[in-house]
C-alpha cells in the first residue's frame, strides 16, 4: 500500500490504523460505560467520626450514586479552612454551634441547623491510676498528683480543648477551691493533641491516665467515665446562665490575636456552605442525617442526644427538603423550654414558636 501512495511511510500507516481502532474501541465500549459517581466532601468535628461513618454506610446503600468523601478535623480548624483559604466543603458538622454562627454572620454560609447536644467527662480505663477511688468531688485532687497524668485536645483548633478550660474554671467556682485553673494547666505531665480522638490510642495504651472528651465518644470506645456535675460538664441547657460566667481566650486570625470564648452549653450544629459544589447531592445527604428514622437514630445509638426537630434560626430560608425536619429557634430556646427535664434521649423542640424571630449572635472576630 505505502508503494502505490508515494511519501505516505509504513510508520505513517501504522499510526493511523491505531487511531483508528482506537476510537472505535472507545466509541463501542461508550454503550457500557457508568457514569462517575458524584462526590461530596463533608467536613466534620472528630467526635462525629464513628456517628457519621455508620451514618455514610446506610446513606450509600440508599443513594449509591453519591460518594461521599469525610475529613475529621476540629471544629475551629475548619472555620479557618472555610472562611480564610476557601477550601471546598459540601457539608460542614461542627461540635460548637457557635462556630457556623460565626460563618453565617461571615457570608460563608445562610443558615446553622442545631441536631444533638453533649456533655464533658473525665474518660479512663483500668490501667489508670487512682481510678479506684475517683469520684465528681475528689478529681482534679487527683489529676493533681504528680505521678498522674492526663490528655486535653488544643483549645485553638477543637472546641472540645476551650471547653475543658472552661469546665476547669467552673470547677474553681463549684468547688471552691482557689487555684486549680492554673494547677491543671501548669501540670507537667499533660498530653495536648489537635483533637481529643487523636489521645484516644494513647489512653488505651495506658500512657496516659485520664482525658477529656466528650460523653458520646467515651461510650463509642467503651471507655470508662466519670461523669461530673452538671454545673461543670457544659451538658445541661438550664445552666446556659452559669456557664456563661467565665470564659476562656484562644488564638484567632493573624498572630497575636486572641478571641474570647464565653461558657455555654454543647451543641452540634451543621451546615452546607455558600461554595458548596453539588448542593442537591449535600441536600440528600443532610436529609437523611437529620431525619429520625437515619441518621439521628445512628447518632442516638452512639450516645449523642438528638434534638428533634433540629433548630434553626434561619428557618425561612433552608431546602423544603431540610426544612420539615426543622423548628425556628436557637439555642437559648433549648434551655428555656427544655432544661429542666433534659436527661438522656432525644429532645422534643416541637413547643418552640415558629413565629418568634431569635437573632443569631453574631461576631466580628475570626475562630
Known sequence: ICQDFPGFSEMKLLSQIAVLLTAGKLVCAAPDAKDPKTRIIVLHAGSMAMPLRESVKVFSKIHPEIEV????????????????????????????????????????????????????????????????????????????????????SNPDTDPCGYRTLISFKLAQKYYGADGIV???????????????????????A??????????????????????????????????????????????????????????????????????VFDRESAIKFLSFLLSPNGGLTVMKRNGLPCIFPCLCNEHDVLPEEIKRLTAKGSAADIGEAFGPVLNEGTVYADSISQNVKLPVTCSTEGK
Open 182 to 204: 492554673d494547677q491543671l494547666l501548669q501540670k507537667k505531665n499533660v498530653l495536648v493533641r489537635p483533637k481529643e480522638i487523636d489521645l484516644i490510642p494513647i489512653l488505651q
Open 69 to 152: 468523601q469525610m475529613e475529621a478535623v476540629g471544629s475551629r480548624e475548619a472555620f479557618v479552612r472555610l472562611q480564610d483559604l476557601q477550601k471546598r466543603c459540601d457539608v460542614f458538622v461542627s461540635s460548637d454551634h457557635a462556630i457556623i454562627n460565626d460563618l453565617v454572620c461571615a457570608g460563608y454560609a445562610s443558615w446553622n441547623i442545631i441536631f444533638a447536644r453533649n456533655e464533658i467527662v473525665l474518660a479512663y480505663t483500668t490501667k489508670s491510676r487512682g481510678s479506684e477511688a475517683i469520684t465528681a468531688n475528689n478529681w482534679f485532687r487527683i489529676l493533681l498528683d504528680p505521678s498522674i497524668s492526663y490528655g486535653r
Open 206 to 275: 495506658g500512657q496516659v491516665d485520664y482525658l477529656f472528651v466528650y460523653r458520646s465518644v467515651a461510650r463509642q470506645y467503651g471507655l470508662s467515665y466519670l461523669k461530673l456535675p452538671d454545673a461543670i460538664n457544659l451538658g445541661n441547657p438550664a445552666l446556659r446562665r452559669l456557664y456563661g460566667c467565665v470564659s476562656v481566650e484562644v488564638s484567632s486570625a493573624g498572630p497575636g490575636h486572641k478571641k474570647t470564648i464565653a461558657g455555654e452549653p454543647c451543641f452540634y450544629s451543621l451546615t452546607i456552605p455558600r461554595n
